[in-house]
Nanobody, 115 residues
Framework: QVQLVESGGGLVQPGGSLRLSCAAS????????ITWYRQAPGKQREWVAF???????NYPDSTRGRFAISRDNAKNTVFLQMNSLEPEDTAVYLC?????????WGQGTQVTVSS
């Protein structure tokens, strides 16, 4: 069964850190590009980090310098390290695995940044 499962979300104070995981089963993440997205209530889904299957990464201005995406192909898992979190980072975070012809989505994990 093909599945992507995110974990690691939770409640954190402003300025804190979290590390999210995106674990795959039923297929190999090493052959897919991975994008982390977030969806906040009343807002459009936005991408927050990207790692290509070859390894290069990219970030939008809103997360560059604070977020870091990495992959561990041996564990079939991609990570999102989030530092200096702000209340505006509150959202459901989802990972997407994609190729030119296929894509898979996880169900998301909630991140809440609040004092």
């Amino acid at each position: 069964q093909v599945q992507l499962v995110e974990s690691g979300g939770g409640l954190v104070q402003p300025g804190g850190s979290l590390r999210l995981s995106c674990a795959a089963s039923g297929f190999s993440l090493s052959t897919y590009h991975i994008t982390w997205y977030r969806q906040a209530p009343g807002k459009q889904r936005e991408w927050v980090a990207f790692i290509s299957l070859e390894g290069p990464t990219n970030y939008p201005d809103s997360t560059r310098g604070r977020f870091a995406i990495s992959r561990d192909n041996a564990k079939n898992t991609v990570f999102l390290q989030m530092n200096s979190l702000e209340p505006e980072d509150t959202a459901v975070y989802l990972c997407q695995a994609s190729t030119a012809t296929n894509e898979y989505w996880g169900q998301g994990t909630q991140v809440t940044v609040s004092s």
